[in-house]
Structures are given as structure tokens and as C-alpha cells.
């Protein structure tokens, strides 16, 4: 039997303390289900508010000064995770900041060995295998510079079209499996992988050196990548037995590549391994006692495969006319801009440095903040404040004196920052402090269609009238002549905000409101995005905070035609030209002349052709002179997947768990913890398990990444965290910030700590504006035209290549393999032996 249901509407604010809340509940009459009919009806709802110790604290994974100077080596490796968990949503979460902590430190002495006094030095290495455990951990080091500089960001969907900036520390990416997918724009595979293993993009010459080492090639995988053809979106999938055949001819042609990884640091201690005795952390992986190496024992494998899918079209958000790039960029500053922490971690200046023998301060951190201050400060963007006191220390060190008084626009503003998260904050610090506030906006033009699609009349809003629940106070009517406008809020995307405004607003079902979103990407050659005012109707909550602190508005614009097979769901909006919606809120102050306290807002509406609008001047009916749009451009895609396993091929780990052949998931990663997926049955949004974690790369942030990274003299690995001198400090305390910060706080610490500034790449994606797909960044040619599309190539087979490499854990190797012969070989006698080697 099909169970009814009904949709529901949920509007309140509950109290900020612990305990019991009764909010009312409206279920709205229009749902059916089979014979049963709902009518508007009210129920009442007990609610339980949340403690601040039932939401994540990035705070609680900062090691401390202890626990940096003295690791507990058995504790690192192990998991704190119990079966009663997830039982309740608080455990979880500190056990997740636990398991988090642990991953910061022992990221870090992956990088930085510490290697207590006790250990047992490693066995002699030759210069080829010194050489070799360089290479490796620099790889990892640059990686980390990468996700820092070029934004992680991650989906809790597979493969979703919204992305949201990483909130976990970055050392956690890869501590707890999964794969971060790469795109790159503009940029070779090869050129890439260079950057990462020798700093220098041509360094290796892949067409007639084969693969460089400590990569050695493997023969399959199980995943891969693909591109879809109507957005040009990578995205993963999970290989299975029908696709043997393309995964040996991939791992013929050397898209499957690996490097082992001393994980946990040369030297130092290894968790517990049944009947091994101590054990101690090889160069490549391999543990060593002194008896020497187990070689049957490899714990922590790099995975990186790439793909190169030639010259394609892709959309892109490109500018039209001569906007200045500073300005409307600045609408993309939440996910993509430079950021910093709010005051309560801005506050450990990068002066001073928790080191693993104490506090210090000095040259070496003097020197590396002196390089931020000589260059003009760009706007960083403040994440949400923790505490009123944070924004109050805030706005009193920028000036903000009507701000600092602690008045009722201080508590308004700090509403609006982490309660409904409808406005952002930026500052910088030179040639003087300042301080500024954003908000994200949506025009919604929304059209008739006649039997041939063509639009006859557009949906306006005349007027709101605020009706205040006191007998005293009278209705105030505004008249404001525009577009349906939503405001965004910063954690949800635009599709989000489309589909539940408008099933608040018009009382349409969740299905037309989908069907809404659908229609408004059916039109994407028509978005666009530009700079606005405020709407006094629609911002009046806002309010005013005087000249120490403006507020200003990016809207981001989308079409959307009803046609008449559309009627059916849009039935109450398209059945009168006039017509008012209504909506409670809990304070109309900033409304006209409407007294503080809650009320009612009643809109007037009615459907007009495109000339009357025209002649009413409809706000947000077309863009400004000034305005970026999507375009199709033409480029070439190549992607690089990569992710750490448990061991190498055939290998067990630290936790007597083999890498078989069927590839079986296990239950904890190569540093001993706990998958996402058990994060995400316990409550909490992680990253999904395929195409969870991705970043984007063009040529301008692939330009910044040079430039970075050859700034930085990478610290041998040979020597652990043995300091030599200023710069190896420097560097040392650097990636232990960078190892601890979220996508909000890392820019603060690479523009403070290093001078390096994160580039707007990818700027539309996200839950920032458009969906991940279009991308951003692209300006057009000097005289205001885009560039003419090009038809995407239809050949997605990269140009074969000769790769020559040694593999160090077989004695197999090839040359010279050609397309010819893979299909030769796939379709002879050779295809059996490549199925039983897989």
C-alpha cells in the first residue's frame, strides 16, 4: 500500500539554551497522496536544541603544546571509535575531532620525523634510496600546498553538482580513505604530476623517460574517471568486472600509477602488529626491526591515476564589458577568496608559534609575516564568528565605533553573521583597516510560455505591506517594483534556495519546485551575475551600520520560462494576473516605520507583459552595463585522481589487513582510522565515498602554485625534524598550521605566514553560485566578446605514449606500448593472463 504523505512548513526561532522548545508546525493543504487528502492543518512539535558540544569545533583538533612536544605513538595509530557511538550525535562528533587531532600530528610527523630516542635507527640507505624517501615526502608536501592554495573542497552526494568548502582540518583529507579528484584546466597531467614530485613542470620528460620514480605502474584499479558530455564535469566511478577490459588497457597505457609512503615518519614507532615485536617506519613503507625489513608488511599507498580528455567546451563565467574583476569577484569570496579565522584564532599571530619545545618567537617568524606586510593586503574573508566577543574585539580593532558599543545593530549584525548566515564579513589590514559586509542575492525572472515556448508575461512584485501582531501599531506599505529577489544564504546553493523560497512563498509542492530549478538550468546560457543594491522590502532586516561598515550586495540572475505542459505544477501561481502571498516573521524592525517585534508581510504580485514591465522599471528585469555571464570556451581537461591505500598491492598493513585483488574497502584507513562512511551514518556531513572530495585547477592557480612552491626549500625527510636552521623552521611551523586549518582559516595562514595568496579559480562552483560545472575565472576578449564555441572533440582517447619504468616490487616492466598492441593483446591470447594477473 503507497503511505500518504503531506509537505510541511516549518518557521521559528528557538532559544539558545539547552532544553525543551514547542514551535508550531503547518502542513500545507495542496498534498495528496492516492485517496488521502490533507487539509491545513497545525501540529505542535517538541524540539531539542543542541548543545555547542553536539556541533563541530575545529578548535578541538588543535594538538596541544604537549601533545606536539610528546606524541603517544600507540594512541596516534589507534582509533578512538566504540561501537555505542553512534548512538548518540555528541560522541560522535568527539570522537571525530579526536580521530582529527591524531591525523594532524601524524600527518606531521610523516613529514617532520621526530623519532623518539628510543627507536631504533633505520638500517643503512643507499644515495638512490635517500633520494627516493625525499622524493616522496616532498610529493606529499606539495600536495598539501596544493589542496591549501587551490581550494579542497567536497560533497556529501556522489558526484553532486555542490560543493562546499573543506571544514575539517586539512591533514584530515587523507586520513580517512576516499580520493580526491583534480581537474585541470589548461594544464597538462604531466605538467602537474611534475610540479608535485620535482617542483619544476618540465623537470621530466614522461614521452621518453617513461614513468619518473618513486612512481612504479600498476596494472588496474578500482576506480576511474569520466567526463560528462553536456557540462565537461569529471567525475569518479567505481570499476567493476565488466570494465576488466578498459581497466587493463588503462593500466597498459600507465594511467594507474603508486608510490609507497613512509606514513608516520622514518623511524618512528609503528602501532601493534601480531607477533612482529616493535616495529619501526621503513623509508617506503616498510617496517623494520633489528632483524631487519618485513617485507611481507607496506602500510600506506599513494593512488594516482590520470586521464587526458583533449580539447573540450565547457561553461565558463566570463565578463562582459569592463567590469572590474575586484568588484564582482568579491561575490565569490565565501568559497573561493582569500579567508581567515575570526578573531579568536587571528589572535595567534604568526609571530608567535607553538613549537614541540615551547613558544617562540623570533626571526624566523618575523620574517615570514614581514613578506605579507610589504604588499597592499587583500580582502580576507572573516568565517563565522564563534562568540560575540570575537566580533566585538572584530569591529573594535577596524574602527567600527557605532559597531562597538555593543548596541542593538551589534546583536542584528551578529544574527545575521551565524544565526541566519545571510551576510559575510571581509577585512583587511592595509594601507589602513577596514571593514565590510556581503550578501548574496537572486533574481528570479520568471515567464510564461505560449504553445511554442515563447514568453508572453513576466511575474513582478509590486509591493509589500508589514502587518505588526500589536494593536497599536499601524501597517506600513512599501512600494518596491522587482523581480522575485531571494537572499542566500552562505550554506546553502542556489538550487537550494530557488526550491525552498519558492515552496515557502508560493505554496507549491517540492516537485514543482524542483521542476523549477530544472527549468532555470535548461536556460544557463542566460545566467548571469553582477553587483546590486539592496531591496528594502526584501534586506530591510539587515539594516544600517553606518560608514565604518557597508554592505553590499552580489546578485546572481536566472530565467525561467513556464510553458504550458509546466501549468499543472504551477497551477495556484498561474491562475490569477493579481494575486498576494503572505509570510510571518519574527521582527519587522528595519521594515519602513515598523516597530521592533514580529508580524506578518503581505506581497502584491501580478503578471505583466515584457512592456509594462519596461515601463515600470522592474529592478534586477536586466543586467547592469557591467556583468558576468556563462559562455562556452574551449580547453583542454586532463584530471588526476588521487587517494592513499591501506598497503601496496598484495601487501599487508599495520593493521594485518591485505590489499587482495578484489580490492575490498576495510574498515579502517592506512593511519588507522575510521571512513567517512561511519561519520555519515553517525549523523555528520562528510565527504561522499565516490567523487567526495574534489579541486580545480587553471592556469592562473596553477601559475600561483609555481610560485609557491619555488619559494619553498623543501626540508630533507632523511633528516626528520632535526632544524639546521631559520628556513627549516619556518617551513616546519608552517605546515603545522597548515595541517590544522580549514578552507576558512588556511588562507589567513598562507597570505600571514607565508606571503602567498590563494587564487580565484573554479569561482562560480559550488554552493557559491552556479553549479560545480561552470567555471570560473575566464575573462573575454578585449572588445567585450566571448570567444566563438567550439565543437568539443569527439575523440576522448589520449595520443598513445611510450612509458619505460622499473617496477621495484616485480621484476615486470614495459616499452613502447601502443594502442595497436593493447587491442592486440586484449583481443589474442593475452587476455586471459591479464585477467588472472588482475
Not at 519602513?592 to 507583459?609: F, L, T
Not at 592513499?644 to 591485505?658: L, V, Y
Amino acid at each position: 500500500a503507497r503511505r500518504p504523505s503531506a509537505s510541511a512548513e516549518f518557521r521559528g526561532r528557538v532559544p539558545t539554551s539547552s532544553g525543551e522548545a514547542e514551535v508550531e508546525l503547518t502542513l500545507c493543504g495542496s498534498g495528496s497522496a492516492g485517496a488521502v487528502r490533507f487539509a491545513s492543518t497545525s501540529l505542535k512539535l517538541f524540539m531539542t536544541v543542541l548543545d555547542a558540544n553536539h556541533v563541530f569545533n575545529l578548535a578541538l583538533c588543535r594538538p596541544s603544546l604537549r601533545e606536539w612536544a610528546v606524541p603517544q605513538w600507540r594512541e596516534l595509530w589507534r582509533s578512538p571509535w566504540q561501537d555505542g557511538d553512534l548512538e548518540r550525535r555528541e560522541q560522535v562528533l568527539e570522537t571525530m575531532a579526536d580521530e582529527m587531532k591524531r591525523d594532524v600530528q601524524l600527518v606531521w610527523q610523516t613529514l617532520f620525523p621526530q623519532r623518539p630516542l628510543n627507536s631504533l635507527p633505520p638500517p643503512p640507505m643507499s644515495t638512490e634510496d635517500r633520494a627516493l624517501l625525499n622524493s616522496r615526502v616532498n610529493f606529499l608536501k606539495r600536495l598539501l600546498f596544493c589542496l591549501a592554495i587551490c581550494r579542497l573542497n567536497f560533497c556529501t552526494e556522489q558526484n553532486s553538482a555542490t560543493f562546499r568548502p573543506w571544514p575539517y582540518p586539512l591533514a584530515s583529507a587523507i586520513c580517512h580513505g576516499g580520493r580526491i579528484l583534480i581537474r585541470l584546466d589548461g594544464v597538462k597531467w604531466r605538467d602537474f604530476i611534475n610540479l608535485l614530485l620535482f617542483g619544476d613542470p618540465g623537470w621530466h620528460d614522461w614521452e621518453v623517460d617513461g614513468v619518473p620514480l618513486p612512481f612504479v605502474p600498476r596494472w588496474a584499479a578500482s576506480h576511474a574517471v569520466r567526463l560528462k558530455g553536456n557540462t565537461s564535469q569529471p567525475y569518479e566511478v567505481k570499476m567493476t568486472k565488466r570494465h576488466t577490459r578498459r581497466n587493463i588497457a588503462d593500466g597498459l597505457l600507465s594511467h594507474h600509477l603508486g608510490m609507497p609512503l613512509p606514513l608516520g615518519g622514518l623511524g618512528n614507532p609503528c602501532p601493534e602488529v601480531a607477533n612482529q615485536g616493535e616495529l619501526f617506519v621503513g623509508p617506503a613503507g616498510t617496517p623494520y626491526s633489528a632483524t631487519g625489513y618485513v617485507k611481507d608488511i607496506q602500510n600506506g599507498h599513494l593512488y594516482l591515476r590520470w586521464d587526458d580528455f583533449g580539447v573540450t567546451s565547457f561553461p565558463v563565467l566570463a565578463r562582459v564589458s569592463g567590469t572590474d574583476d575586484a568588484g564582482i569577484r568579491s561575490a565569490f569570496a565565501e568559497s573561493s577568496g582569500p579567508k581567515t579565522p575570526a578573531h579568536d584564532q587571528s589572535t595567534r599571530s604568526c609571530k608567535t608559534f607553538t613549537t614541540a619545545t615551547g613558544t617562540g618567537t623570533g626571526s624566523a617568524s618575523t620574517a615570514i609575516c614581514s613578506r605579507a606586510v610589504e604588499q597592499r593586503s587583500p580582502w580576507l574573508q572573516v568565517s563565522a564568528c564563534r562568540s560575540k566577543q570575537d566580533l566585538y574585539i572584530l569591529v573594535e580593532e577596524h574602527g567600527c565605533k557605532e559597531l562597538a558599543s555593543r548596541g542593538p545593530g551589534f546583536e542584528r549584525l551578529y544574527g545575521h553573521l551565524t544565526d541566519e548566515r545571510e551576510l559575510s564579513m571581509q577585512y583587511r589590514e592595509s594601507p589602513h583597516k577596514q571593514l565590510r559586509c556581503k550578501g548574496v542575492l537572486i533574481h528570479l525572472l520568471i515567464y510564461t510560455g505560449d504553445e511554442d515556448g515563447e514568453a508572453t508575461k513576466i511575474l513582478v512584485h509590486l509591493a509589500a505591506t508589514a502587518m505588526p501582531n500589536s494593536d497599536s501599531a499601524q501597517p506600513c506599505r512599501l512600494e518596491d517594483v522587482r523581480v522575485p529577489t531571494i537572499i542566500r544564504r552562505r550554506h546553502e546553493s542556489w538550487a537550494t534556495s530557488v526550491s525552498l523560497w519558492c515552496q515557502n512563498h508560493f505554496k507549491i509542492s517540492p516537485a514543482a519546485a524542483e521542476r523549477m530549478v530544472e527549468c532555470c538550468r535548461a536556460r544557463e546560457d542566460e545566467m548571469c551575475a553582477y553587483q546590486c543594491d539592496g531591496s528594502r522590502t526584501v534586506c530591510y532586516h539587515h539594516g544600517n551600520y553606518g560608514d565604518d561598515l557597508k554592505i553590499g550586495y552580489e546578485a546572481y540572475c536566472f530565467k525561467v520560462t513556464l510553458s504550458k505542459k509546466d501549468r499543472s505544477h504551477f497551477e495556484s501561481l498561474l491562475m490569477k494576473d493579481d494575486f498576494e502571498t503572505s509570510e510571518q516573521v519574527l521582527n519587522l524592525q528595519g521594515f519602513g516605520d515598523c516597530p521592533s517585534g514580529p508580524g506578518q508581510i503581505v506581497r502584491e504580485w501580478a503578471w505583466m507583459s515584457e512592456e509594462d514591465a519596461e515601463r515600470l522599471e522592474v529592478v534586477g528585469l536586466h543586467p547592469p552595463k557591467d556583468f558576468y555571464k556563462i559562455a562556452r570556451h574551449s580547453d583542454s581537461i586532463s584530471t588526476v585522481l588521487i587517494g592513499i591505500e591501506g598497503s601496496a598491492p598484495g601487501k599487508r598493513n599495520f593493521f594485518s589487513k591485505r590489499h587482495g585483488v578484489r580490492a575490498k574497502s576495510q574498515e579502517l584507513s592506512a593511519f588507522g582510522k575510521r571512513k567517512w562512511r561511519d561519520y555519515r551514518a553517525g549523523g555528520q556531513e562528510v565527504p561522499a565515498d565516490i567523487g567526495g572530495m574534489h579541486m580545480s585547477v587553471d592556469k592562473e592557480a596553477f601559475k600561483v602554485l609555481q610560485e609557491a612552491i619555488a619559494k619553498q626549500n623543501l626540508h630533507l625527510a632523511e633528516r626528520g625534524s632535526v632544524l639546521t636552521g631559520d628556513q627549516e623552521r619556518e617551513e616546519m611551523e608552517l605546515f603545522r598550521e597548515l595541517l590544522q586549518a580549514s578552507d576558512e582559516t588556511v588562507g589567513h595562514v598562507l597570505w600571514n605566514c607565508a606571503g602567498l595568496p590563494r587564487p580565484e579559480v573554479q569561482t562560480a562552483g559550488g554552493s557559491q553560485t552556479f553549479d560545480a560545472h561552470v567555471r570560473g575565472g575566464r575573462l573575454p576578449t578585449p572588445s567585450g566578446e566571448f570567444p566563438a564555441t567550439q565543437t568539443p572533440s569527439t575523440d576522448k582517447t589520449p595520443k598513445s605514449r611510450c612509458f619505460q619504468a622499473i617496477d621495484t616490487t616485480s621484476t615486470s616492466s614495459f616499452s613502447h606500448v601502443t594502442n595497436a598492441q593493447v587491442k592486440k593483446r586484449l583481443d589474442g591470447s593475452e587476455t586471459t593472463a591479464s585477467k588472472k594477473s588482475l
